[in-house]
């Protein structure tokens, strides 16, 4: 054929295949592992006219997968690269192959080539590289952090596959990608990226004074960056290294002196170093502008509001604080909000209930408002002023777990148990592993009487947290109070008492674990103990008179029934066995 630089059995092959030809065959034929090859037996005239026809024609496939290659048709080249391989094995035809797949989308074909390819030649680079960009993007992510680690140990001074291994590990091995990129800087000096990645591993982890180190060598990169400076003085503050941050943020207000921002938060800083003088002389002028946006004055009583948590002395001057941008701004929620915490710690139940309330009219989309608000009724044990509270909260924010949770728990104290166990099974969608909303649920279905459900429940909350000690006493008290699995009751209750040892419920539970073993002095020892501990339901007391009953001591057994009549007078079983005098 005229005009053809090479003829196949797929016709004319045009320039680009003279071109490509010279370095093909310099690779395919000449291009070795780097090793020596072991002495083989000479081979006959026979066999090498056939190894040399072989090699032609993977030769000749191997150009023409080249071509399609190049022209970006990956599936004609990838059959080509196959028909080669056919014909006679190379590493750089594999490679040609794992390049091909690749661009295919099919991962796990590529992978295998590619894997063949460094098998044959293990000291090529190129091929490790290309081996852990496939598995990297197979989410291979071991696989391909060590061809990478095989890379640094044949080449220490490759950076991008340093750069790559710090990558590649901080998906699922943050503290190593954070020590590869520590190993990069030392070894290759300051770069940016690098910098940026450390800086914002060691935030997530919890390494302050490690991200202040790399935020440090960033600001010598960038000098007259400066919110790059404020993140730095924002860092120190974190890390604890107070005169550092004063020195940057100082470095940032003579570069702006007209920023209040830089000014509040260097009088943060001296409110932190508790020169509380110090930092009113800087704060007092931002707070009495009227220019100054509510945001900064709230971000201001933020500040007070966490040393506050630390330093008791602060709670006047900080409910100071957002009394007057209250007064200032009556519609923004946010000083409510504060106050309300400020009057929870000073145990003033009125203005914290206020406060609470006024966040609830103006953000009612605000779950923390609703969740705080019932909170001051809940831990007084008014559970019929937290229904209403938390019925309303459902409404504004039906999606909210601790809004679900709570009327559930308030549900159940009113003695509404269908309706807890429908806010309680919301809760349980809304966030399926939480085992405290499983605990209360199983509560409720014992209650219910659906102790098939409550057991199920248990046994979930159990799978997910053996220790959990809650779940652990109630299932032991709901099993001995149907005289079921009363050994097994008996090891959870005990397990339960080793978290909390002086819960008076939980010693309760024993106890009466031991009444229905018959173990009657054991009972006695450790619902006594529950007693002992102070105020205990009526329950406590009718098992202590039922086990003094049981050591034939009547006139405690009726001290005990009698204390638990006064605790509950509407328990008419308890009034007959007053009566009767018996069980």
């Known amino acids: 054929m005229e005009g053809c630089g090479v003829e196949t059995k797929r016709g004319c092959r045009g320039t680009a295949t003279l071109l490509l030809a010279g370095a093909v065959t310099v690779c395919v034929l000449g291009c070795g592992t780097g090793e020596k090859a072991a002495v083989a037996p000479r081979a006959t005239a026979a066999e090498t006219a056939q190894m040399d026809f072989r090699r032609e024609v993977a030769l000749s496939h191997f150009i023409a997968g080249s071509v399609y290659e190049v022209k970006g048709e990956y599936a004609d080249a990838a059959l080509e690269y196959q028909e080669a391989l056919r014909a006679d094995t190379n590493h750089a035809m594999y490679f040609a192959l794992a390049k091909c797949y690749s661009a295919l989308n099919k991962p796990a074909l590529a992978i295998d080539a590619a894997r063949e390819a460094v098998r044959i030649a293990p000291g090529k680079i190129e091929y490790r590289k290309l081996l852990a960009d496939i598995s990297a993007t197979a989410y291979d992510l071991d696989g391909a952090a060590a061809q990478y680690e095989q890379i640094i140990a044949q080449d220490s001074s490759n950076v991008e596959a340093w750069y790559n291994l710090a990558r590649v590990y901080q998906v699922r091995k943050p503290l190593k990608a954070l020590e590869t990129y520590e190993r990069f800087t030392v070894r290759f000096g300051p770069e940016w990226d690098v910098l940026l990645q450390t800086a914002d591993l060691c935030n997530k982890l919890g390494h302050p004074q490690r991200a202040a180190a790399a935020l440090r060598l960033m600001v010598d990169l960038d000098p007259g960056n400066r919110e790059l400076r404020r993140t730095l003085a924002q860092t120190e503050v974190r890390a604890g290294n107070l005169d550092d941050a004063l020195a ?16 509040a938060e260097i009088a943060g800083v001296w409110l932190l170093k508790k020169d509380y003088a110090h930092a009113a002389e800087l704060f007092d002028p931002i707070l009495r502008k009227d220019t100054v946006s509510v945001d900064v004055k709230v971000h201001i009583g933020e500040l007070y509001y966490g040393q506050m948590e630390k330093d008791t002395t602060l709670v006047p001057l900080t409910q100071k604080i957002f009394e007057k941008i209250r007064e200032a701004n009556p519609k923004d929620w946010r000083p409510y909000w504060f106050l309300g915490g400020i009057a929870s710690v000073r145990r003033d139940d009125s203005l914290a209930v206020k406060s609470f309330r006024r966040v609830t009219e103006l953000a009612s989309w605000n779950a923390d408002g609703w969740v705080f608000l019932s909170s001051v009724y809940l831990t007084k044990n008014d559970f019929q002023h937290s229904v209403g509270i938390l019925e309303s909260a459902e409404k504004a924010v039906p999606e909210d777990f601790r809004v679900n949770f709570f009327l559930g728990v308030a549900y159940s104290r009113v003695g509404r148990n269908p309706d807890a166990a429908r806010v309680l099974e919301k809760a349980r969608q809304i966030s399926p592993r939480d085992t405290e909303a499983i605990a209360q649920l199983a509560l409720v279905y014992d209650s219910m009487k659906r102790t098939d459900d409550s057991d199920s429940l248990y046994e979930e909350a159990l799978r997910i947290n053996p220790e959990f000690s809650l779940a652990l006493n109630n299932y032991a008290y709901s099993l001995s109070e ?76 009726l001290e005990h029934w009698n204390e638990a009549l006064k605790l509950d007078g509407s328990n008419t079983q308890l009034r007959d066995k007053i009566t009767r005098r018996s069980l």
């Open 248 to 263: 940057v943020y100082t470095n940032l207000r003579d570069m702006d002196p007209d920023n209040l921002g830089y000014q």
């Open 482 to 557: 149907r005289g079921l699995q009363l050994e097994r009751a008996l090891g959870m209750a005990r397990k339960a008492l080793e978290v909390a040892p002086d819960n008076p419920s939980y010693l309760d539970t024993i106890g009466w674990i031991y009444f229905r073993l018959g173990r009657y002095r054991d009972a006695e020892s450790f619902v006594k103990k529950a007693i002992n501990k102070g105020e205990v339901s009526a329950v406590v007391h009718e098992h202590m008179g039922d086990i003094y009953f049981k050591l034939n001591d009547m006139d405690r057994a």
